[in-house]
């Protein structure tokens, strides 16, 4: 049997997000009762919030929606990298022990905990390192912070590295129980065709 590591943080009205972000909102809109046989809501909050796909409208006014974006990259051959407490940027010589025959898609782990509440001094990715990553053929770079850029940061090098390579991103992975070492990765967002960032159920299985 394949194994599975889930990799999503749980989604609730407590779960962090980006400041001035929408959090996690749920209201009945109808609830089971004599009359009425179904419990239904209406959900509020930032695409971003819990485990989620930036798609490149959010980082550039003319770039695809999250609904837009092929699939392929989402799925397929992965490595998790441990650089835990790297920060408070993931330069290439973090991931340096890790590269060898790399697969298109690379998670690294750079909390020894996954996050409980909004992180001011995430670590994040240095836009060099994309760019090396994007040399070597990777397709999709995550992690488990809630950004690729530090949570100060106003031009966004990483997102632009990752604009210009044509990458794409996952952010707010738990990556707490997952070794070191290669995966497939099944991450899929949503066909929200207006949105710049889509939630994804992210998951890890085993090759063999």
């Keep these: 049997m ?9 989604v609730h009205p407590g779960t962090p997000v980006f400041p001035g972000d929408a959090p996690y909102r749920q209201q009945w809109c109808a ?39 092929a699939l392929a990259p989402f799925i397929g051959p992965c490595r998790v990298i441990h650089a835990i407490a790297c920060g408070p940027l993931i330069e ?62 106003h031009d966004l090098p990483s997102h632009q590295a990752v604009r210009q390579r044509g990458l794409r991103v996952l952010e707010n992975l738990v990556l707490d129980e997952v070794p070191e070492g290669d995966y497939e990765l099944i991450a899929l967002p949503l066909k929200l065709m207006q949105a710049e960032a889509s939630p994804v159920r992210a998951v890890l299985r085993s090759l063999a």
């Design 31 to 69: 609830t089971l009762a004599p009359g009425c046989p179904v419990n239904v809501s209406a959900i509020t909050m930032s695409p971003h919030v819990g485990a989620h796909a930036d798609a490149p409208l959010h980082y550039d006014a003319h770039g695809a929606a999250a609904g837009e974006m």
């Design 92 to 153: 290439w010589h973090h991931l340096a022990h890790a590269l060898a025959e790399l697969p298109p898609r690379v998670l690294v782990r750079t909390c020894a905990q996954a996050p409980t509440q909004w992180d001011t001094r995430l670590i994040a990715y240095a836009p060099a390192t994309i760019e090396r990553l994007a040399d070597l053929g990777v397709l999709l770079v995550g992690l488990d912070t809630a950004s690729i850029d530090p949570a100060d940061s």
């Design 2 to 10: 394949q194994k599975l590591w889930d990799i999503s943080p749980a």
